[in-house]
T-cell receptor
Framework: KAGVTQTPRYLIKTRGQQVTLSCSPI?????VSWYQQTPGQGLQFLFE???????NKGNFPGRFSGRQFSNSRSEMNVSTLELGDSALYLC????????????FGPGTRLTVL | SQQGEEDPQALSIQEGENATMNCSYK?????LQWYRQNSGRGLVHLIL?????REKHSGRLRVTLDTSKKSSSLLITASRAADTASYFC????????????FGKGTRLSVIA
């Protein structure tokens, strides 16, 4: 099976712009989670989607949003970018919502100038 | 915060030695998982241990879980230079419908 793919892999934006990141889960996986990783805060949970429904949301401002499509592919959007949004954004898919391992994509490295 | 904590934050050993990393957490869990991350890349799942299990093995990896102490340890035996990476524990809280909570990781360096 193909692994989790994320596009783009690298992105450079300027403050105030918006960005959309994409994640394609492993075939058959219906749960997709997003994480932000920074050196200072570590891995922080953004949100989780299962069958197109948001199941959980982390403690991030409303500028961060996401969605999941009927084919389980997911996108996350960050509007009005701030310098502090520079991070590695990781997507993970799993076959169920709990009790199973998560399979991570390679991440999207976002740099905000 | 419900975040777990790994100890030590960094560990440097010689090739062939064993590496032990510890993880503590704060609330009752359904399971605890260990992941590895090579520099700036995605995480790779290593092992999952359920709350009713005390020890689990996978190749050179041995994980223990002590729910009374709310702690887990990951032992890598006969380490190799390729084991150099960051290792994270992640726990699934036993209250349902919650995401995995990751610790800040242990940075392991294995020197050839």
């Amino acid at each position: 099976k193909a692994g989790v793919t994320q596009t783009p892999r690298y992105l450079i934006k300027t403050r105030g712009q918006q960005v959309t990141l994409s994640c394609s889960p492993i075939s058959g996986h219906r749960s997709v989670s997003w994480y932000q990783q920074t050196p200072g805060q570590g891995l922080q949970f953004l949100f989780e989607y299962f069958s197109e429904t948001q199941r959980n949301k982390g403690n991030f401002p409303g500028r961060f949003s996401g969605r999941q499509f009927s084919n389980s592919r997911s996108e996350m959007n960050v509007s009005t970018l701030e310098l502090g949004d520079s991070a590695l954004y990781l997507c993970a898919s799993s076959s169920w919502t709990s009790g199973v391992e998560q399979f991570f994509g390679p991440g999207t490295r976002l740099t905000v100038l | 915060s419900q975040q777990g904590e790994e100890d030590p934050q960094a560990l440097s050993i010689q090739e062939g030695e064993n590496a032990t990393m510890n993880c503590s957490y704060k609330t009752s869990i359904n399971n605890l998982q260990w992941y590895r991350q090579n520099s700036g890349r995605g995480l790779v799942h290593l092992i999952l241990i359920r709350s009713n299990e005390r020890e689990k093995h996978s190749g050179r990896l041995r994980v223990t879980l002590d729910t009374s102490k709310k702690s887990s340890s990951l032992l890598i035996t006969a380490s190799r230079a390729a084991d150099t990476a960051s290792y994270f524990c992640a726990n699934e809280i036993n209250s349902g419908n919650t995401p995995l909570v990751f610790g800040k990781g242990t940075r392991l360096s294995v020197i050839a």
